[in-house]
């Protein structure tokens, strides 16, 4: 009897489009079938109409990984703990969850709602090396960061901070059971991602830290961060 294919289920970031998955999906495509969640440039839903959208991707037939980066890291926690029976194991990626705790981030955030459209557009060129560690991703894969980045609308954006700010599971973390691979980035210039997964991973029941040395928070578009690789060796992929 045939073993089915498990199914990766990619949850982005910030920007929502899922399209920036495209390294990671090639490296998984001999072990998985990959699904990214899309979500649209004017959603401005709760965690929990996110959350439909991640449960229609869920598979009927086969076992399911939820694999969520950075905003997505938060959501994916959201339907692990909402709905645990539905996924065989959870992969966070520097997830965004210790945004609400981090009072300078929040009160900056905040601060965007005074800038014109066409001034955070400009900007976002030069926040850029704090999303990424520019030298280990190719120019293609910068410019896709980057023009992803510049089609979030302005409300949007502020509404997903807006989710991130009042983003609160850790009295749900230890009923959690799923097998969980968490990643930090050591130079991650956004986050404190590194110390956020280890925090994580003191309240989840079954976790795994795998720090990522070199990489930025942008991580998944850099040349040498393979999940695949680390998702085999954790026996993830069966």
């Not at 982005?12 to 899922?18: A, F, I, T, Y």
Request: proline content about 8%.
């Amino acid at each position: 009897m045939v073993t089915p294919r498990p199914v990766v289920i990619y949850l982005p970031g910030m920007d929502g489009g899922g399209k920036l998955f495209y390294l990671q999906e090639m490296r998984l495509a001999p072990y998985c079938d990959v699904r990214a969640l899309s979500i649209p440039l004017d959603d401005r839903g709760d965690w929990q109409s996110l959350a439909q959208r991640v449960y229609a991707l869920v598979p009927d037939d086969r076992p399911a990984i939820l694999l969520g980066e950075s905003f997505g890291g938060c959501l994916a926690l959201w339907c692990a703990i909402q709905r645990p029976h539905l996924y065989s194991h959870l992969v966070l990626v520097n997830p965004a969850s210790s945004w609400a705790r981090l009072s300078w981030l929040v009160q900056g955030s905040r601060g965007l709602n005074f800038f014109p459209s066409a001034i955070l557009l400009a900007l976002s060129a030069v926040f850029l090396p704090f999303l990424c560690a520019v030298q280990r991703i190719q120019p293609q894969d910068r410019s896709a960061l980057l023009n992803a980045m510049t089609q979030v609308p302005k409300p949007t954006i502020l509404h997903r901070l807006n989710l991130l700010e009042n983003f609160q599971l850790d009295d749900y973390l230890g009923n959690l059971k799923l097998p969980t691979l968490l990643f930090g980035s050591r130079e991650d210039r956004l986050l404190p991602s590194l110390n956020e997964v280890r925090l994580l991973a003191q309240k989840l029941p079954d976790a795994r830290v795998e720090t990522l040395p070199e990489s930025g928070h942008a991580a998944l578009l850099e040349q040498g961060v393979n999940i695949a690789a680390y998702l085999l060796k954790y026996k993830f992929l069966g």
